[in-house]
């Protein structure tokens, strides 16, 4: 069965950092990754989707890598702002169509 | 598009009561899932739909959850009896072949 790791749970950095998401997952047979957020009592909202030939997808201030071989995907938020203070979340699909979620990494961004 | 419509926003009900979540996936979706997440367990899969039929029902808990999809834009997801240990958000998600679209959830909260 995959089972999907984000690291670390918790993070906290000062408004203008750059920073970094880890995912980690044991299964190399995935379809695709996608990456969410979640804010405190709301849905999940996609930020990027990175199909399983692709190594890396862009939008604006946030950049996802995946490399498969290693199980490992990383989203990185350039010049953090306060308001993307929210839980990270990254899911998994198989190729067997089942999704895999992490736990999460709930991040602040202090002012 | 609307997105993923999910009713009701909130429920309050009293243990042993029934309890019916509903779902409106986006439409030309052939897949559907049943989600609930809660502080101690995070996401957990319940069930999901391809073209309408129950693949994969592992995640139900117990008998007392059942999920019907009559076509292809509706689905419900019932628990009868309902218990306190049912409390949680249930979100509901459909996808095409790719990634994943989540509604705003449904917060159970069984008294």
């Known amino acids: 069965k995959q089972e999907v790791t984000q690291i670390p749970a918790a993070l906290s950095v000062p408004e203008g950092e750059n920073l970094v998401l880890n995912c980690s997952f044991t299964?190399?047979?995935?379809?695709?990754l996608q990456w969410f957020r979640q804010d405190p009592g709301k849905g999940l909202t996609s930020l990027l989707l990175?199909?399983?030939?692709?190594r890396e997808q862009t939008s604006g201030r946030l950049n996802a890598s995946l490399d498969k071989s290693s199980g490992r995907s990383t989203l990185y938020i350039a010049a953090s702002q306060p308001g993307d203070s929210a839980t990270y979340l990254c899911?998994?699909?198989?190729?067997?169509?089942?999704?895999?979620f992490g736990t999460g990494t709930s991040l602040t961004v202090i002012p | 598009d609307a997105g993923v419509i999910q009713s009701p926003r909130h429920e309050v009900t009293e243990m042993g009561q029934e309890v019916t979540l509903r779902c409106k996936p986006i439409?030309?979706?052939?897949?559907l899932f049943w989600y609930r997440q809660t502080m101690m367990r995070g996401l957990e899969l319940l069930i999901y739909?391809?073209?309408?039929?129950?693949?994969?029902d592992s995640g139900m808990p117990e008998d007392r959850f059942s999920a019907k999809m009559p076509n292809a834009s509706f689905s419900t997801l019932k628990i009868q009896p309902s218990e306190p240990r049912d409390s949680a958000v249930y979100f509901c998600?459909?996808?095409?072949?790719?990634?994943?679209?989540f509604g705003s959830g449904t917060r159970l909260t069984v008294v």
């Open positions: 998600a459909s996808s095409p072949q790719g990634g994943y679209t």
């Open positions: 899911a998994v699909r198989s190729t067997g169509n089942q999704f895999y």
């Open positions: 739909f391809n073209n309408n039929v129950p693949i994969d």
């Open positions: 299964d190399s047979a995935i379809y695709n």
């Open positions: 990175i199909q399983s030939s692709q």
């Open positions: 439409s030309g979706h052939n897949s």
